[in-house]
């Protein structure tokens, strides 16, 4: 683990930028230099040294001229290598799209920068974040801060890695099954999945575009109700966003637990969990209790279908969104083929991974007419009947708690040999995309020096008090 | 090999089918903000990331698009659906940046309507339609003649279409060139498309079958018909091609054929079994369309003046089919004309109409085409209604020669003259007929001195004669004189 200083807070880091008590520079470079000394946990993908200290030198400036650059003023951050950036590759972790430079930036990265954030590097992912450990990368696998013989989970291994090791105060993930909060669980951070449509995709490298969202990955709650906040809202460029809400996200102050109603469901405990993760989640249940929260088990029959469901409309939804990569306008192109179909095949063949085309061959397969009925649409139904039940639940109860994980940080190549088994890692987290609903992941405790994972999942729209109510769960965890 | 004229056609009965694409004149493309014309354009520069299929580019949908679907409802005799999707299209080809095509499939914009024709049978038929939806075009490749290499231009891709599809309810090559006439003129009466054929704004595709039962022959396909002449002549050819066939022994069988325009012939394209599996399904990027009855309501305040109604009135004012279906067409060549507006100006009478209905048709019309005054200003309607009103008038008294009404006419219309009075501007330019008697007879005793052998032949008996000094008066008049008072004078001069 490192030696890294932690971050102070988001919004204090920001108040010294602008009162000139620190400067953007000083902060950028101690980034830099954090990034280059961990090297080893093959974190990062490239860094965009000359665009951050181009921009932080601007902030700074602007500092001097009196003004003010936001509320992220000076804050350096690490994106996921599926946001499209100015100032360095975006690879996606993919050979298709090695050495793409974007033409235009993701609108949660403009956004951000419009708040004085600074983006210092791009982090390592399952190539096209299909996966749950960033051994899909296309480059390296990272490794776990806890443990470098571990995999940090994934897809957005890379970025929680990143903040588990302080290179950064926070980096920003994607999230289609799991991908922010099972590698914040595995790196012991706190990762943030909005409700569908609270943050644009624009400029995001699609895997999944109706499960698909954006989030923080922090140090705190408080830290990704303030980064949330600065991306949050309607998106002329992604007609999928919500309109915006009145509620200010970065206002997060802890509420009273008293009274408030959590649901267990019983599907999300299976007796196969861990003695280590049952017993870190019952510890968490008689101290809510303590506080006055009302703790009831609940039963969700569909839960049971849901990752079967979500590895039929995903893998759907990849087949499409990987069409694009045909090796005709930009990426990897093989030049020796002699004909367009050759052409298209090998591009393809070549540039994209394994995972990548068995998420094709199973997504081509659930949509050809005839096996449609049997598949997709059965999917879909799954899926209507998910968020139904699950809104009943939120008719009862404010919240739902269970593990993040069936697991801690799993070993590196535990599970390459398996696909299937990989795939049971997102078993606790689907559910959330599937049915659009905010969920977050805390630290929650250890096992022999292994973070463990509390996930807490709220009703759509709800984010505001999901993440009052994961403040107070946080000091109760501290 | 299919003949032109298929003896036993009479045994068969065609039926056919027309899928018809529409480009929607819309300023922007169906889901990105770029220009969507590109016409005049340089390839690819009317492109941004999304029609270029860039990582992380997201559709938004084009509101101006869904409402000019709904209006095309209007015109197809039903209305827009209050909730519609998108779904995508997967196929691999270069001109398709995404990989995918995203249209209506499951829950089209317009589910039904109508196009009236007038049948084989001379009566008025109805033609149902399927649906209609709407969908973005793609790019266009081109395959230079020397290269190993296509090009491919993007500046089409993203327009927005609306592809129209009839039940298979066209019985011949006629009826299915009418039918894509009057999608034509219900498609540009509403304001919906350009329409511009030569441009590619209407792309027919034409499924053809015969049989001699009810039950329906083995159907072919042929694609991307761009005028109404190629569809008539798509569909004689298949006809006759399938007849062939059959009478051979052979079967028809279930293709893609492409129209040759040089040959006037369909060729296979593509048989069934190697006919794309599209892998639809319902596009998640693109919320469903729902309209409310407030937007629906204002839509249908906003329909023009449709061919329909339009036939309606002009019969009513007695004019011809052939005269209104000629002006009906003839209005679209330029959207300012208003012919039809100044026949229906309530101030006219019936005989009024007729004949300046003819001036236009047999005149102005044919004028108006020819190759100098394609770009001529039009003068607005109150304008030409005056025009029309005193020509007709000055006609009608027979102040003016037939010739003449026709010359003075341009004149007005095209010259930029623009006379306060246009009697005394005829009088003075000299269209006015010369109808003084005392100046005719001077002209008549000069004819008569001049030409002594025709004036004796007349007087003989001869009548023949009569015309030929007829024809001399008005060379001397300067074409002014009214002949039918010269021929009067005449006689009167020869009858002793």
Redesign the interface.
């Not at chain 1, 002329?236 to 999928?240: E, F, L």
């Given at each position: 683990m490192s030696q890294n200083k932690e971050w102070k807070p988001i919004s204090e880091i920001a108040r010294a930028v602008v009162a000139g008590d620190d400067s953007a520079v000083t902060l950028v470079k101690d980034s830099l230099a954090r990034i280059e000394d961990q090297a080893d946990y093959n974190i990062v993908i490239q860094s965009c040294d000359e665009r951050a200290l181009a921009r932080a030198e601007q902030i700074d400036e602007a500092v001097k001229r009196g003004e003010n650059p936001g509320r992220l003023a000076g804050v350096p951050f690490i994106a996921k290598d599926n946001f499209?950036t100015l100032g360095s590759e975006?690879t996606?972790a993919s050979n298709i799209?090695r050495g793409?430079k974007?033409?235009?930036q993701?609108t949660a990265i403009e956004r951000l920068e419009a708040e004085g954030a600074i983006c210092v590097a791009k982090a390592n992912l399952d190539a096209f974040a299909h996966g749950s450990s960033t051994e899909n990368s296309d480059f390296f696998t990272t490794k776990n801060p806890h443990d470098p013989t571990r995999v940090p989970g994934g897809s957005s291994g890379g970025s929680a890695a990143a903040v588990a090791l302080s290179l950064v105060p926070f980096a920003l993930g994607t999230d289609t099954g799991g991908s922010i909060r099972l590698p914040a669980a595995f790196c012991g951070v706190v990762g943030y999945k909005p409700t569908y449509g609270l943050v644009s995709?624009?400029?995001?490298?699609?895997m999944?575009?109706?499960t698909d969202v954006i989030g923080p990955i922090t140090q705190s709650v408080a830290d990704a109700g303030l980064v949330l906040d600065c991306m949050a809202g309607v998106d002329?460029?992604?007609?999928?966003t919500l309109e915006p809400v009145e509620h200010d996200y970065a206002e997060v102050d802890a509420v009273d637990l008293t009274g408030k109603k959590i649901a267990i469901i019983k599907e999300l405990m299976p007796s196969s969990l861990p003695d280590s993760i049952r017993d870190n989640i019952n510890s968490v249940v008689e101290k809510l209790k303590k506080k006055g929260a009302i703790v009831e088990e609940v039963s969700v029959s569909s839960l049971s279908l849901a990752l079967a469901c979500y590895y039929i409309i995903v893998p759907?939804?990849i087949?499409?969104n990987?069409?694009?990569y045909?090796g005709?306008?930009?990426g990897y192109s093989d030049s020796s083929a002699t004909s367009?179909l050759d052409s298209?095949k090998m591009s393809r063949s070549k540039g994209l991974g394994k995972e990548a085309k068995r998420r094709i061959m199973i997504g081509?397969y659930v949509?050809?007419?005839g096996y449609?009925d049997a598949y997709?649409r059965q999917a879909q139904q799954v899926r209507t009947k998910l968020i139904s039940e699950f809104a009943d639940i939120f008719k009862k109860y404010d919240a739902i708690l269970s593990p993040t994980a069936p697991s801690t940080a799993f070993k590196i190549g535990e599970h390459t040999q398996d696909p299937l088994e990989m795939y049971l890692t997102d078993v606790m987290t689907v559910a959330a995309n599937l049915t659009g609903i905010p969920a977050i992941s805390l630290p929650s405790g250890s096992d022999n020096g292994l973070p463990i994972g509390l996930q807490l999942m709220a009703k759509q729209h709800a984010d505001i008090d999901l993440l009052r109510l994961a403040n107070s769960v946080e000091e109760l965890l501290s | 090999m299919a003949t032109n004229k298929p003896q036993t056609a009479s045994d068969y009965t065609p039926t056919i089918g027309i899928e018809c694409h529409v480009q929607l004149k819309t300023k922007t493309k169906l889901f990105a903000a770029v220009d969507n014309d590109a016409r005049e354009s340089d390839p690819n520069t009317h492109i941004s990331h999304i029609c270029l299929g860039m990582p992380g580019a997201l559709p938004v949908l084009n509101k101006e698009a869904v409402r000019l679907a709904s209006k095309a409802a209007i015109a197809l005799n039903t209305e827009a659906q209050t909730l519609s999707a998108f779904d995508r299209k997967h196929y691999f080809y270069p001109d398709l940046p995404k990989g995918y095509q995203i249209t209506q499939q499951a829950h089209p914009i317009i589910v039904g309507g109508s196009v009236s024709i007038i049948g084989d049978d001379g009566n008025t038929k109805k033609i149902n339609l399927e649906r209609a939806h709407l969908e973005e075009d793609a790019g266009k490749n081109t395959h230079p003649e020397v290269g190993d290499y296509s090009l491919v231009d993007l500046n089409r891709a993203g327009t927005p279409l609306l592809e129209i599809v009839s039940k298979p309810e066209l019985k011949s090559a006629q009826e299915a060139r009418d039918y894509a006439h009057e999608l034509y003129l219900l498609m540009r009466y509403a304001g919906v498309s350009d329409a511009d054929l030569y441009h590619g704004n209407m792309r027919f595709d034409v499924n053809v079958s015969i049989s001699k039962s009810e039950a329906l022959g083995t159907r072919t396909e042929t694609k991307n018909l761009n005028s109404f002449r190629s569809v008539e002549k798509a569909v004689e050819y298949e006809v006759s091609r399938q007849i062939a066939v059959l009478e051979s022994g052979d079967k028809v069988i279930q293709e893609t054929r492409g129209w040759n325009d040089a040959k006037q012939k369909t060729i296979s394209q593509r048989s069934k079994e190697e006919a794309h599996d599209y892998r639809y399904f319902p596009e998640p990027d693109v919320p469903p369309i729902r309209l409310d009855e407030s937007f629906l309501e204002e839509v249908r305040q906003n329909i023009p003046q449709m061919p329909a109604e339009i036939r309606q009135a002009l019969s009513n004012r007695g004019l011809t089919e052939e005269h209104i279906e000629i002006l009906l067409e003839a209005e679209l060549d330029s959207v300012t004309v208003g012919y039809l507006e100044t026949l229906l100006d309530n101030a006219l009478d019936a005989d009024s109409v007729t004949a300046i209905a003819n001036m236009m048709v047999q005149t102005e019309i044919p004028k108006r085409r020819s190759e100098e005054l394609l770009n001529a200003p039009v003068l607005d309607t109150a304008q030409r209604t005056v025009i029309y009103t005193e020509v007709t008038k000055l006609a009608r008294a027979g102040s003016i020669s037939s010739t003449n009404a026709k010359a003075l006419l341009q004149d007005l219309l095209f010259s930029g003259a623009q006379p306060k009075n246009i009697e005394a501007y005829a009088q003075q330019q000299g269209y006015i007929q010369l109808s003084d008697t005392s100046e005719l007879e001077q002209i008549v005793d000069e004819i008569i001195t001049e030409n002594t052998q025709a004036a004796e032949d007349v007087r003989s008996g001869e009548m023949k004669a009569i015309g030929f000094l007829v024809g001399c008066a008005m060379k001397k008049s300067h074409g002014q004189a009214n002949p039918a008072l010269i021929k009067e004078l005449l006689q009167k001069k020869l009858s002793s």
């Open positions: 499209l975006t996606a799209l793409f974007a033409p235009y993701a995709r624009s400029g995001v490298i699609a999944a575009s109706s002329s460029r992604d007609s999928t759907a939804e087949s499409s990987l069409s694009r045909d005709q306008r930009y367009l298209y081509t949509l050809t007419s449609y997709y | -």
